[in-house]
C-alpha cells in the first residue's frame, strides 16, 4: 500500500502564489514518478507537471511559466510551486505516485482562487 497525503491548498486572491506538498509513504520502490494533476467538476483530470521516466520534468504547456514542480526522491516529496494564479486555476489538485504500473493518488485538496 502507498499513501500520498496533501498539504497546502485553499484560498488565494488572482495573481497570488499557493505552495503545495505532499508525501509519499508505505511501500514506496525505485523507480518511481511523482507529479501533480488536477480535476475541474464533471471533467477528467489533467496533468499539471510530473516526472517522466526519463528522468525530466514535463509541465502542461499552458501552466510551464507558471508552476514549479520539486522532487526529493530520498524523502518521496513533491512540492508543486503556483505563481499568478488565476480564478481558473480553481480545482482541486492531486498528487500522484507511478510505480510498477500502479497510479497512487492522494485524497485532493481543493484550491480557489478568487478574482
Known amino acids: 500500500q502507498v499513501q500520498l497525503v496533501e498539504s497546502g491548498g485553499g484560498l488565494v486572491q488572482a495573481g497570488g502564489s499557493l505552495r503545495l506538498s505532499c508525501a509519499a509513504s508505505?511501500?514506496?520502490?525505485?523507480?518511481?514518478?511523482m507529479g501533480w494533476y488536477r480535476q475541474y467538476p464533471g471533467k477528467q483530470r489533467e496533468v499539471v507537471g510530473r516526472l517522466t521516466s526519463r528522468g525530466t520534468l514535463y509541465y502542461q504547456d499552458s501552466l510551464k511559466d507558471r508552476v514549479t514542480i520539486s522532487i526529493d526522491n530520498a524523502k518521496n516529496t513533491v512540492l508543486l510551486q503556483m505563481n499568478g494564479l488565476k480564478p481558473e486555476d480553481t480545482a482541486v489538485y492531486y498528487c500522484?505516485?507511478?510505480?510498477?504500473?500502479?497510479?497512487?493518488w492522494g485524497q485532493g485538496t481543493q484550491v480557489t482562487v478568487s478574482s
Open positions: 500522484n505516485l507511478f510505480q510498477r504500473n500502479t497510479d497512487y
Open positions: 508505505g511501500n514506496i520502490y525505485k523507480p518511481n514518478y
